[in-house]
T-cell receptor, first 104, second 114 residues
Framework: GQSLEQPSEVTAVEGAIVQINCTYQ??????LSWYQQHDGGAPTFLSY????GLEETGRFSSFLSRSDSYGYLLLQELQMKDSASYFC?????FGAGTRLTVKP | ETGVTQSPTHLIKTRGQQVTLRCSSQ?????VSWYQQALGQGPQFIFQ???????GRGNFPPRFSGLQFPNYSSELNVNALELDDSALYLC?????????????FGPGTRLTVT
C-alpha cells in the first residue's frame, strides 16, 4: 500500500521561504504531485515530479528523491494569498495535507 | 474552454438512501477521477474512468459506483448511504496519454447524510 506523511501545520511570515516535506512508503508510483486548496475551494495543481530532481514553476519548486522516498514543495517570496492547505499526492493517493499560514 | 463543473452543490440525504452526483469534465479531457474529502483531510481516491471504463479503484466498497459517458461527463452513485459518507465529493478530469499529469478539480458536492 501507500502512505504519505506531511506536517499538519506550517507557519511563516510574508516574504519568507517555506518548505513542506512529504515522505512516503510505497511499492511504486509514476510521479509526485502537489496541490493547493484554499478553504471552501477545489484543489488546484501546482507541480509534478516524475523524475528525481527539482522542478521550478515561478515562486514554487518541487523536489523528488525516489531513493530517499522523499519530496518537498518550496514556496518562495511568500504572500498572504499563499495561506492554504497543500497536498502531496503519489498518482491518485493524497496525503492529509499541510495547512500553511502566512503572517504579515 | 469550460472548466470542471459538478452538481448539485449541496445535498442532504437520509441514511439508507441512494444518491447520484454529476460531473462535467473539462473540454477535451478523457479521464475522470472521483474523490471523497472529509473535513480537514486530503482527498481519498474512489475510482477513475478512462474512455468509459473503470481504470482504477481505491479502498471503497461496491456501493460506490460510477459511470462515464461518451461526452466524458460522469456520475458517482452511492447506495445505502451511511452517516460516514458525509463529505465533500470532488471530481477531477485529466487528459491521459498526452504527457500531462495535471488533474483539474471541480468545486465539489457537499453531501450530508442524516
Amino acid at each position: 500500500g501507500q502512505s504519505l506523511e506531511q506536517p499538519s501545520e506550517v507557519t511563516a511570515v510574508e516574504g519568507a521561504i517555506v518548505q513542506i516535506n512529504c515522505t512516503y512508503q510505497t511499492s511504486g508510483f509514476y510521479g509526485l504531485s502537489w496541490y493547493q486548496q484554499h478553504d471552501g475551494g477545489a484543489p488546484t495543481f501546482l507541480s509534478y515530479n516524475a523524475l528525481d530532481g527539482l522542478e521550478e514553476t515561478g515562486r514554487f519548486s518541487s523536489f523528488l528523491s525516489r531513493s530517499d522516498s522523499y519530496g518537498y514543495l518550496l514556496l518562495q517570496e511568500l504572500q498572504m494569498k499563499d495561506s492554504a492547505s497543500y497536498f502531496c499526492a503519489l498518482d491518485m493517493r493524497f496525503g492529509a495535507g499541510t495547512r500553511l499560514t502566512v503572517k504579515p | 474552454e469550460t472548466g470542471v463543473t459538478q452538481s448539485p452543490t449541496h445535498l442532504i440525504k437520509t441514511r439508507g438512501q441512494q444518491v447520484t452526483l454529476r460531473c462535467s469534465s473539462q473540454s477535451g479531457h478523457n479521464t475522470v477521477s472521483w474523490y471523497q474529502q472529509a473535513l480537514g483531510q486530503g482527498p481519498q481516491f474512489i475510482f477513475q474512468y478512462y474512455r468509459e471504463e473503470e481504470n482504477g479503484r481505491g479502498n471503497f466498497p461496491p456501493r460506490f459506483s460510477g459511470l462515464q459517458f461518451p461526452n466524458y461527463s460522469s456520475e458517482l452513485n452511492v447506495n445505502a448511504l451511511e452517516l460516514d459518507d458525509s463529505a465533500l465529493y470532488l471530481c477531477a478530469s485529466s487528459l491521459v496519454g498526452q504527457g500531462s499529469y495535471e488533474q483539474y478539480f471541480g468545486p465539489g458536492t457537499r453531501l450530508t447524510v442524516t
